[in-house]
């Protein structure tokens, strides 16, 4: 009797990543932005922020140190973060944006507005946007920051007084004119300021 040998097709299981989400819900994650002046960095974690989903910066995207913050690293990181997001199942994303802060600069840089548009033309819903940039309540002291020479803090401030003419407000070249030459009614000089 000649033994066959039953083959069996290895099914194809479906595996799919992320969180379990019914149709028409929005499963969200949470995207950090931390936007220097020399590089950007997205980081999606889930919603407690523990686990990382995907992170990518601004510097793995273009080949020059000096391209790192630029807004055209940022777009390409935010496409890389949202398709990638988007095969783990996000669908929506907090945002959390940061610029360095503590004693330095609390702007962000030039790579952040460009990321959050990438990230929301590249069909990710956005929920909210925070600003988390750490602002010091006392630090220490901040680099250069010195009295400029001339300026003696504390015994001059500036005082300004506005000296315009009377005009009919409806009068609209009179206006036009007036606001075009503004300056001429606008006084700034240092007083020293009065001992009470």
Not at 31 to 46: E, K, L, M, P, Y
Not at 154 to 178: I, Q, S
């Amino acid at each position: 009797m000649s033994s066959r040998r039953k083959t069996r097709e290895p099914k194809e299981e479906n595996v799919t990543l992320g969180p379990t989400v019914r149709e028409g819900e929005h499963a969200f994650g949470v995207a950090h932005i931390f936007a220097s002046f020399n590089d950007t960095f997205i980081h999606v974690t889930d919603l407690s922020g523990r686990e990382t989903l995907v992170r990518i910066t601004g510097g793995m995207k273009v080949k020059a140190d000096r391209d790192e913050s630029s807004p055209y690293a940022a777009m390409l990181a935010a496409q890389d973060v949202s398709q990638r997001c988007k095969e783990l199942g996000i669908t929506a994303l907090h945002i959390k944006l940061r610029a360095t802060g503590g004693n330095k600069t609390k702007t962000p840089g030039p790579g952040a507005q460009s990321a959050l548009r990438a990230l929301s033309r590249s069909g990710m819903r956005i929920g909210r946007i925070e600003d988390v940039t750490p602002i010091p309540t006392d630090s220490t002291r901040r680099k250069g920051d010195l009295v400029k020479p001339g300026l003696v803090s504390g015994l001059h401030e500036p005082y300004v007084t506005l000296d315009w003419p009377l005009f009919n407000l409806y009068n609209l070249p009179e206006l036009a004119r007036f606001l075009v030459n503004g300056k001429r009614w606008l006084k700034v000089e240092n007083r020293p300021l009065n001992e009470t």
